[in-house]
């Protein structure tokens, strides 16, 4: 169950003029792990909505699948971060994420006064994708985006809610595909020529190897700290997510969404987080 502060302050965002991303797609990735009785993501979103920024939600619910799969008798298995799922555990992925995390958020967002609209990647085929790792079973590597699906919502002035659930380029007898939250914000934020990608997490940022919190990082240091193995986990799609998008146009934000305001935090340029640049 979702629940977000029933009391948050009402505050205009006042985006700086020099940010310009009120035309420009702006696409936040919620951890389903961010989402709880302190943060103010919903305001903040249907805020921004007001203000004239499109923005994009793609949201994740690793937490809520583990659950559920531990109430089968079923042990998660990871690579790399990436979810291994065989056709039971993609029943499953696809129940939580299309059904109940997807109508969570939207309903939250549109009982605030916001215009939002829950979709999964294979509505449109807004997602597609194919199998290029078999070692992780059901699940889309690299993946497509159909901007124009995307565009006509906007253009209509609602919210895209996306859940990660991929078409399945390879195989009309399995026609979905799992498709990791992280890898997918960063496939839209590219299609749609975003300005900003935000993941939301339930970490403050990206650490180095003596635990302290990265403000800011390039794109070269970003990959020597991959190299290194210092990232591991879940960290790992976030962070070649944000190679990928940083390298094509836009700057990426890493953020403990937990809080209030954080996300109104991090488009007013205030400092937190880990924001990966360029250079």
């Known amino acids: 169950m979702i ?37 103010t993501t919903f305001h903040d979103l249907v805020a921004l909505q ?70 999964s990647g294979v509505d449109g085929n807004i997602i597609v994708g194919k199998i290029d790792r078999p070692e992780l079973g059901l699940v889309a590597g690299e993946v497509n985006v159909n901007a124009e699906m995307l565009k006509t919502l906007i253009d209509s002035g609602i919210i895209p809610v996306i859940a990660p659930i991929a078409t399945n380029l390879n195989d009309k007898e399995q026609p979905c595909l799992n498709a990791n939250a992280d890898t997918v914000a960063g496939a839209v934020a590219i299609a749609m020529q975003s300005k900003k990608l935000i993941f939301m997490t339930d970490v403050e940022g990206v650490y180095d190897s003596s635990r302290r919190l990265i403000k800011k990082i390039t794109y070269n240091q970003l990959n020597k700290l991959i190299e290194s193995n210092v990232i591991h986990g879940g960290m790992i799609p976030k962070l070649n997510a944000c190679l990928k998008v940083v390298d094509n146009l836009c700057a990426a934000h890493i953020i403990d969404g937990r809080g209030s305001n954080a996300l109104k935090d991090c488009l007013a340029k205030t400092l937190i987080g880990t924001s990966i640049v360029k250079k």
């Open 3 to 39: 629940e977000e502060n029933p009391n948050p302050k009402q505050e205009e965002f006042f985006l700086n003029k020099d940010m310009d991303i009120r035309f420009n797609n702006l696409v936040v990735k919620i951890g389903g792990s961010t989402l709880g009785s302190g943060d």
């Open 50 to 119: 007001d203000e004239g920024v499109n923005p994009i939600v793609v949201h994740g619910g690793g937490k809520l699948i583990d659950k559920w799969l531990g109430q089968l008798g079923v042990r998660p298995k990871f690579v790399d971060g990436l979810r291994v799922t065989d056709s039971d555990t993609l029943e499953v992925v696809i129940a939580i994420l299309t059904g109940v995390v997807n109508t969570s958020i939207v309903s939250a967002i549109n009982q605030l006064g916001g215009k939002a609209v829950g979709v």
